[in-house]
């Protein structure tokens, strides 16, 4: 059965830093697109970013670009998100998902998904 799992999550101050990891259990997560999502209280899942397969191309939503880095392990099945310079607009609970194939941050193209991971951040 494939299985995501988020950690990392946390509560931080404004500028702040938290490193998230995304662990794929039951398939190889080399074959698939990546990325990190997120959801706030009261508003709609949105994309933050994406890494290709082989991890040499990236796409960032513009609110979190120059502060969040997205990486990938394949040889260790997991996804990572560096969050530095943290803001309060930051707090959501963070999910990992698979995709067949990259195309931006359209939430439908992503068929498997983590639980999820809170980040607060504090002002």
């Known amino acids: 059965q494939v299985q995501l799992q988020e950690s990392g999550g946390g509560s931080v101050q404004a500028g702040g830093s938290l490193r998230l990891s995304c662990a794929a259990f039951g398939y190889t997560a080399r074959s698939y697109c990546m990325g990190w999502f997120r959801q706030a209280p009261g508003k709609e899942r949105e994309g933050v970013a994406v890494i290709y397969t082989g991890g040499n191309s990236t796409y960032y939503a513009d609110s979190v670009k120059g502060r969040f880095t997205i990486s990938r392990d394949n040889a260790k099945n997991t996804l990572y998100l560096q969050m530095d310079s943290l803001k309060p607009e930051d707090t959501a609970l963070y999910y990992c998902?698979?995709?067949?194939?990259?195309?931006?941050?359209?939430?439908?193209?992503?068929?498997?998904w983590g639980q999820g991971t809170q980040v607060t951040v504090s002002s």
């Open positions: 998902a698979t995709a067949p194939g990259c195309n931006g941050l359209r939430v439908p193209d992503f068929r498997n």
